[in-house]
């Protein structure tokens, strides 16, 4: 419909030799860390804190705040890419990798369904979590995340829009059909590939 | 809801509303209406075919299409809001999609009472609300606690005046945070728990809740609810960070 089109008078930010290669779509680089939440922040505290697997396993299974910390840990270096259009580069993440977790159990499943502290679900395809894809991480900068950030822990899926890397994750259910999360069911794509800016339904 | 195609508004307004924020009213001739405290997506694309988006809350009410008005706070460093605030003109085109966001919305079935919390030009999306509300003649009790530098810096100020004095069931309170004229006799100081158990409604109310503003505005304002009694399922947040781009 607008093809074409051309906003008189706005004048290209674009320099020769930036970084925009590494830009999605849609997307600007942002210094800070903006914070997005469809909520108050969830305060739970570590001695409350667990992370379990559920649904569609053998045997579900569950880590203390202890346990947790002592499984074999990894450090990322990834950007990030919110929907709300701005994009970090460069963000190093600790924690464990989902590789890690769900070798602990044995399922057939084909999704995943993180929960959160505060209600919060987001639903992620099993083969786009696995191979390296995807991390619990409670540690941002070499600092224990902070609860605005999702902290004690937050799932990292950086290859994905970032409403998907769940503040305050407690848990993955694992299920054999896709059901759609939170913001999936309020008009955000079901999928959220920031190459293929697909921010909302249709996209 | 099938897929948000691109579309083309037609500026038709644009008003002053303090000195950093200016309302830009677009005629959208394929608007499929929209809810109180959604947003849209703002896309400008320069002659080299380089392209900016942005989000932008909705301020106008579902009643006014196919006009939608939104109003943007310029970002001295932004590439986005100094073009919409300073640029743009009455007759210019602007390309756009929405709207957006499912969540951060109120409409009459939900009912209330409501409790409107702002921080700057928070106010926006809860703006939308207040003019929805008073568009279809709503008479859930709502009150607004508006956070302010100044009183210059009030967004919609003679407005909020208005449907505050026409209205029984509406009351709107303001803090001033930097300045305040002399005489000022209303809060002088950032929001705290203090000044939301005098302003919100009792917990056991149950109302729901709606905070707009900056980051910390934000936490302030959810936590000092959630230290009040009040349900978190019932506190719905809408940040904006650093970048205030919204």
């Given amino acids: ?203 | 809801m099938g897929r948000l195609t691109w579309q083309l508004g037609e500026v038709v307004a644009t008003r002053p509303e303090t000195a950093r924020t200016k309302s830009i009213t677009l005629t959208v001739p394929n608007w499929m209406g929209h809810q109180a405290g959604q947003h849209v997506d703002v896309r400008l694309t320069a002659e080299d075919g380089y392209q900016a988006e942005r989000s932008y809350s909705i301020a106008s009410p579902l009643e006014e299409q196919p006009r939608v008005t939104l109003t943007v706070e310029r970002i001295d460093d932004g590439e986005v809001s100094p073009y919409l605030t300073e640029e743009l003109r009455v007759g210019d085109r602007l390309e756009l999609r929405g709207p957006i966001g499912g969540y951060f919305v109120w409409e009459m079935p939900m009912g209330g009472p409501l409790l409107l919390v702002a921080g700057g030009s928070g106010i926006v999306p809860l703006m939308a609300m207040l003019r929805h509300r008073a568009a279809i003649g709503s008479t859930v009790p709502t009150r607004l606690l508006y956070s302010s530098r100044s009183l210059e810096d009030i967004i919609y100020h003679e407005e909020l005046t208005r449907l505050d004095e026409a209205d029984q069931m509406l009351e709107v309170v303001h803090t001033l945070t930097r300045a305040q004229p002399p005489g000022w006799t209303g809060y002088a100081r950032r929001i705290d728990t203090d000044m939301l158990r005098e302003v919100a409604w009792p917990a056991d109310q149950h109302p729901l809740v709606f905070i707009c503003g900056p980051t910390p505005f934000v936490e302030t304002a959810a936590a000092s609810l959630v230290t009040l009694g009040y349900e978190p399922a019932h506190i719905k947040t809408e940040r904006f960070g650093p970048t205030g781009e919204r």
């Fill in chain 1, 1 to 203: 419909m607008s093809e074409g089109f051309i906003s008189r008078g706005f004048r290209s930010r674009r320099k020769p030799g930036d970084q925009s290669g590494r830009l999605p779509p849609g997307q600007y680089l942002e210094r800070g860390f903006p914070v997005l939440s469809a909520g108050p922040t969830p305060h739970t505290p570590l001695a409350n804190w667990s992370f379990s697997i559920v649904g569609e396993v053998d045997q579900p299974k569950r880590w203390t705040w202890e346990e947790f910390r002592a499984l074999p840990r990894e450090s990322v270096t990834k950007d990030i890419h919110c929907v709300t259009k701005w994009s970090k580069f460069d963000t190093h993440w600790e924690g464990v990798s989902l590789d890690t977790l769900l070798a602990q159990v044995t399922t057939n499943a084909r999704y995943v369904i993180a929960f959160s502290d505060g209600g919060y679900t987001t639903n992620l395809p099993m083969d786009e979590v696995l191979n390296g894809q995807a991390w619990v991480v409670d540690t941002y900068e070499g600092q224990p995340l902070a609860p605005e950030h999702g902290g004690p822990a937050r799932l990292l899926v950086p290859h994905l829009y970032f409403w998907k890397s769940a503040k305050w994750v407690r848990g993955l259910r694992l299920v054999a059909e896709d059901e759609p999360g939170f913001w999936e069911s309020l008009g955000y794509n079901n999928h959220g590939d920031p190459w293929k800016e697909e921010r909302y339904w249709g996209d």
